[in-house]
């Protein structure tokens, strides 16, 4: 089976950790917008979106252009019929709030925070400024008519500017104690003005200064700018996406963003790609193509909702704690009651079987889908549950409450499917979680947030693995410099990708070697930040989404490449320097030569039949004994004991796994973590195998599934040996 048959992903083979690929001018979506190298497609469209909350809105005099611009102060003009990118640059301006055309088109005004600046249209450049003080208050302003005025509001006083000039013309003391919003009529002459405390809107005359009438409770509204002939309307979001509506018949226009997804999953074995957003939606990532919209479904929030793994029925809270389940015609087939408040939550787990729900009796119920029964009440939370997440073998449900700034209340909860009792409880005081994922196996917990004891949104970030039973940390992956929003296994458990909340800049995803726990990857080409990520069933594509994308999917492996070359016999000394780079310590030259050996499919199955041999057996009967030896009371027989068991530690994982869940023994427990640790070290011989048995599942084929085969039959204990027969099973399934 060739890597990411039906699936998708992508990396440079010249790129390393902290250094991303360089886009390339040629490399374009299937609209003509370029995309990263290491991109191989976009899913949705790329017009009209921004990666921040839009912040001015304008269409040109002609009403062919259409310029905006977001809180970062990136400023963008669109060709309002296609919806298209014609430019974008950089606007000096501090959280620009204000947009507005000049001078017949020539120019566009923006104001932002403290300074009013003017770009020249075509090029960007700026071509005049002025400051603006409002005391202690971040103002906001409004530009009139043609942007030959600027209204700038502060805590409860409006001024009006002359953008020609800067100079301040008048200012007028407003009924409220913050400014919140002002509009000019269309000769310019007058202005309105609305304040926080106050549901009138005052006006005042631009000529002369003076004060004119005030209206009562009118409602302001939010971002909009209609078209010169007002036949159109602009739309601006907080999620940085831009729609255009026929004012006359409400209808929206084919020339608008597609809506950004809060998640993302491949499914029918990676041949579509189903993402949450306002509506569910399936997609062909191939063709960039929506295939199926499901039906429209009614809760508060739509990320509350969840659809089956199948595809085939979604499950939505109602108000009063109902949970309705229609299938994606819009049918309802049946409704589910057992909260006593409002449903707020529902997740299906990973064989749609069970249905899990959370309320605001700050409950968890666990409903069984074939009897329609409430199998479980989970209860103890502190607050309402916003997370729920199913291990992939339904054995164990993560629960948990996301208090923010309230860390020393904030604990996650690990329940058994089974029993339906507590497992784990973990609290932490400097730590904030925020992300989780159980491994395929369901063995061992991500978990991703910020660490510090300062401020939640600027800690840096941190993702740590647990083994579920014992909840004991197995590594922690540090270098992220916010917190760890989003994060996602691979298909194998070998690897995590990551992503953090930083609003500031064009940031990378992180792609981890759980082996040795250091990155091997980083993927750039997201201007906003990463809000969900999936791999492909084969692990060879990662899907990502973020509200300028809305999704794009990445080549882990570069098998995807147009650009690569033909592959060419290796010398005998290529083959020695290849599978010595393999053992590489450091993941992200590994990770290069695993890429180089996926593209060589052929020759890089010839390099590892010749190389890779299965575990040597062991005698199990006297390891056990060995085992037994560790609780002796004879000092001397322990140390020996331990120091033989060190010998063949990789050999026999899972009898020392065995053991240490038995033995109560705090010194033997101390010991068996000791062999654990160096069974599960990162040599050169170990990442080799590991690496190799990576290389030949993604390629798959009869060559390599006999390899698989034969490395199945080491020794029955060592980890090394289930990851060959994982692999294995994996490919068969696939087929």
């Keep these: 089976m060739t890597p990411g048959a039906g699936i998708w992903i992508v990396l440079s ?22 995309l990263s190298a290491e991109a191989i497609a976009r899913v949705g469209s790329s017009r009209l979106r921004h990666a921040a909350e839009i912040s001015g809105l304008a269409y040109s005099p002609d009403g062919k252009t259409i310029a905006s611009i977001d809180r970062d102060g990136v400023l963008c003009l669109w060709d309002s019929d296609s919806g298209k990118l014609r430019n974008r640059f950089t606007a000096k301006a501090h959280h620009p709030d204000a947009l507005a055309y000049r001078h017949k088109g020539a120019e566009l005004a923006v104001f932002g925070m403290d300074s009013c600046r003017r770009f020249d249209a075509r090029t960007g450049k700026e071509v005049a400024s002025f400051k603006v003080t409002m005391g202690n208050i971040a103002p906001r302003g409004w530009f009139g008519p043609n942007a030959v005025t600027l209204a700038v509001g502060g805590s409860n006083d409006l001024r009006l500017y002359d953008v020609d000039t800067g100079k301040e013309l008048f200012e007028w003391r407003l009924k409220g104690s913050l400014v919140t919003g002002a509009a000019f009529s269309a000769d310019g002459k007058m202005v309105g003005a609305t304040s926080n405390d106050d549901k009138t809107i005052e006006f005042f005359d631009t000529m002369t200064g003076k004060a004119l009438f005030e209206l009562q409770e009118f409602t302001v509204p939010g971002l909009l700018a209609f078209s010169p002939d007002g036949g159109r309307l602009l739309v601006g979001a907080y999620s940085g ?24 999953e491949f499914r029918d074995n990676g041949r579509w790609l189903l993402m949450g957003g306002d509506s569910f939606e399936l997609w062909d990532w191939k063709t960039g193509k929506r295939v199926l919209r499901y039906a429209d479904y009614d809760c508060e929030y739509r990320s509350q909702a969840s659809m089956s793994t199948d595809g085939k029925w ?23 009651a057992g909260h006593e408040m409002r449903c707020s939550l529902v997740r299906f787990s990973p064989d749609g079987s069970t249905l899990f729900s959370a ?42 409450t996301r208090l923010w700034f309230k860390r020393k209340d904030a604990a996650f909860r690990v329940w058994d499917l089974k029993s339906g009792m507590l497992l784990h409880k973990v609290t932490t005081e400097d730590w904030a979680f925020q992300s989780f994922a159980f491994s395929p196996d369901g063995r061992r917990l991500a978990v991703g947030g910020g660490v510090g004891k300062t401020d939640f949104i600027n ?27 989003v ?24 792609y981890w070697e759980l082996a040795t726990g250091q990155e091997r990857h980083r993927f750039l080409g997201h201007s906003g930040h990463v809000k969900a990520l999936a791999f492909s069933p084969d692990g060879a594509l990662i899907a990502a989404a973020s509200p300028d994308a809305p999704a794009i999917l990445w080549d882990v492996y570069g098998v995807h490449s147009k650009n690569h070359e033909a592959a060419k016999p290796w010398p005998p000394e290529d083959k020695k320097k290849l599978w010595e780079a393999l053992g590489d310590g450091d993941a992200a030259r590994g990770f290069q030569t695993i890429r180089q050996l996926v593209r060589n499919a052929d020759q890089a199955v010839a390099l590892l039949r010749e190389h ?24 001397n027989v322990r140390n020996a004991a331990f120091l033989e068991l060190k010998k063949v530690a ?10 240490h869940k038995q033995n109560t023994s705090l010194e033997t427990r101390r010991r068996l973590e000791s062999l654990l640790a160096e069974a599960r070290a990162p040599t050169p011989n170990r990442l080799r195998f590991l690496r190799g048995v990576e290389i030949l599942e993604l390629i798959g084929g009869d060559a390599a599934t006999h390899i698989l085969d034969t490395l199945a039959n080491g020794a029955p204990a060592a980890g090394d040996t289930q990851e060959a027969m994982d692999a294995r099973d994996r490919i068969r399934k696939r087929k």
């Design 487 to 510: 994060l996602a296994f691979s298909p194998d458990g070998r690897c995590l990708v990551t992503a953090d909340e930083d609003w500031r800049k064009k940031i990378p995803f992180r």
């Design 459 to 485: 800690d840096p970030g941190m993702v740590v693995l647990f083994d579920v039973e014992s909840m004991q940390k197995r590594i922690e992956l540090r270098g992220h410099e916010r917190p760890v929003g």
């Design 314 to 336: 979604l499950a939505h809270p109602r108000a009063g704690g109902a949970i309705d389940l229609i299938d994606f015609k819009g049918q309802q087939k049946k409704q589910l």
């Design 13 to 34: 083979l010249s790129c390393c950790a902290g250094q991303p690929a360089a886009q390339s001018a040629e490399h374009v979506d299937h609209e003509g917008a370029p």
């Design 359 to 400: 309320g605001k009796d700050k409950a968890v119920r666990v409903w069984d889908l074939e009897k329609d029964k409430q199998r479980f009440e989970l209860m103890g939370h502190a607050d309402v549950p916003d997370t729920l997440v199913a291990s992939p073998d339904g054995r164990w449900l993560l629960s948990y």
């Design 612 to 635: 890779l041999r299965p575990v040597a057996a062991v005698d199990e009967k006297l390891v056990r004994q060995q085992l037994r030896e560790l609780d002796s009371e004879n000092f």
């Design 650 to 659: 990789g050999q026999v994982e899972a009898l020392l796994e065995e053991e």
């Design 241 to 264: 996406d831009i729609s255009q509506w026929n004012v006359a018949t409400g209808e929206l226009l084919p020339a608008s963003a597609t809506p950004p997804f809060w998640s993302v």
